[in-house]
């Protein structure tokens, strides 16, 4: 016998987000004020020992999901294997096999059908109403927690604190900022390491406010000035020593073969073009030269990390978008084309066969403006988009056609790839004939002929309206999701 499947999710946690989350909940800050008070070690110690606490948690929890969604999952498989038997026997001509009534069919559909919803419940697929217990005995959990942090002398994952990087930025201050860091260590020792080992913006405010408090009366007003802008220095520091630490710099720059990139990721920024340099060299390599095809120059490093978080953020929102929409869209009931991960392909976004019979053909806009003056890819390019979606189409026909000669395609896709095929012959032929004047009305009236429908959504933006021009084409707006939000330009 097997013992239980160990997943160990724990360990893909970002030790910075511990600790902004720890930070910015009253009771975690109140616990580790609470150790800290009662151990020798302590800020260090009590902000390691709730590390390694929420790892081994998140790592318990998720053995207990993962581990009961996976012996859901081969229910799902035996029932569905159940069932699949009796259908193909009864398929082929013959009559339910022996011992097998018409209700158990009814019954394993039933179980199939829990057994789904339940796995889309992860709380209630692990313990129903329970309370989750992830041992009999708490104490010789806590024990056990305890014991497996003092067996690891005291770090927990992958945080270890970057000490040479802080005291660089120490003796690289000012005299005076070092003298007003040396006064508050000396009166505030614990609230002063509050203060720059805060993870968030919010909490080092808290932090800070709170040691200007303590230290009233007792530092000079100048004093409290260059504290906090020593606080400042050592915290951007030590984030910085977290996130990248020489030995990693050192080996991402190896792999890098372009001198010129080269020299801007080692004096880049560490939060965004240092990152990319470590998990995806190859992005940055191809987002690196898409910036100098474009004019960018070689020694531009603030203008190098300007165009990554454009692209990042640009890209991830049409992402998010294209398959928010595609949820979304329920009057759609079958795509065509459905979404993916390449945003910056040319074309249309999603095409898909409503409940009516009805072609939708959806470009999705989610970008922070409010209304959309063009869809090159439902106007411009229209033909062109219809052309080569029906292409597209015919071929993953043909495909499935010669892969299984069984095959045989749903009416509706034949009929919609036809219309789609006409729409844009009449369109090219209104295009080049005509007064341009009508031409709106008339590319309309040949896509409702057709039973056509052009549709901007904006599942991850702002869009709610669109010009009287695109209007007159028939194009309208489906609101699919709510705005998201950009973060801030600045930060640590």
Do not use: C
């Amino acid at each position: 016998m097997t013992g239980p499947r160990r997943f160990r999710a724990g360990r893909f946690l970002d030790a910075a987000a511990v600790h902004a989350a720890a930070d910015a909940n009253p009771r975690l800050r109140q616990f580790m004020r609470t150790v800290a008070a009662h151990s020798e070690a302590g800020e260090v110690r009590s902000r390691r020992l709730l590390e390694h606490l929420i790892r081994r948690i998140v790592d318990d929890v998720g053995d207990l999901h993962l581990g009961n969604a996976l012996n859901r999952l081969e229910r799902i498989a035996v029932l569905r294997d159940n069932i699949a038997a009796i259908l193909d026997h009864v398929l082929e001509g013959g009559t339910l096999p022996e011992g097998v009534r018409v209700a158990t069919l009814g019954e394993y559909f039933d179980q199939l059908s829990t057994e789904m919803r339940e796995l889309s419940r992860p709380r209630d697929g692990i313990v129903g109403d329970a309370p989750l217990r992830l041992a009999d005995d708490s104490a010789a959990y806590a024990d056990s927690l305890l014991r497996e942090f003092d067996a690891g002398g005291g770090a927990a994952g992958r945080h270890v604190e970057p000490a040479a990087m802080v005291g660089d930025a120490f003796r690289a201050m000012p005299a005076d900022r070092q003298a007003a860091l040396r006064r508050a260590a000396e009166l505030e020792p614990a609230g002063l390491w509050r203060a720059v080992a805060a993870e968030s913006e919010s909490g080092k405010r808290a932090a800070v406010a709170d040691l200007q408090a303590r230290l009233g009366g007792r530092l000079s007003p100048d004093e409290l000035t260059r504290l906090r802008a020593a606080v400042d220095d050592l915290g951007r520091a030590r984030s910085r020593g977290l996130q990248m630490s020489d030995a990693r710099l050192a080996d991402a720059l190896a792999r890098i073969g372009d001198p010129d990139l080269r020299a801007v990721v080692a004096g880049g920024d560490v939060w965004l073009t240092q990152q990319l340099a470590v998990h995806n060299p190859e992005a940055l390599t191809t987002l690196w030269r898409r910036f100098r095809d474009r004019g960018g120059r070689a020694d531009d490093g603030p203008g190098f990390r300007a165009y990554l978080r454009h692209d990042m953020v640009t890209y991830g929102r049409g992402v998010l978008g294209e398959y928010s929409a595609a949820f979304s869209l329920s009057s759609i009931e079958l795509f065509l084309k459905g979404p993916d991960a390449n945003v910056k392909v040319a074309g249309t976004d999603l095409v898909g066969i409503g409940h009516d019979g009805w072609v939708w053909l959806v470009d999705d806009k989610s970008h922070r403006a409010t209304s959309v003056g063009g869809v090159s890819a439902l106007t411009d390019n229209l033909v062109t988009n219809l052309r080569r979606d029906a292409a597209d189409f015919r071929d993953a026909i043909a495909r499935l056609s010669r892969d299984d000669p069984g095959f045989t395609p749903d009416p509706r896709i034949l009929d919609a790839i036809s219309r789609m095929e006409d729409a844009a012959a009449e369109i090219d032929r209104i295009n080049r004939r005509g007064s341009a004047s009508t031409r709106p009305a008339r590319i309309s009236a040949a896509l409702e002929a057709r039973r056509l429908r052009l549709r901007v959504t904006s599942a991850a933006g702002e869009v709610r309206e669109i010009t009287q021009a695109l209007r007159d084409l028939g194009l309208a707006v489906e609101p699919t999701g709510t705005s998201v939000p950009l973060p801030p330009t600045g930060g640590r």
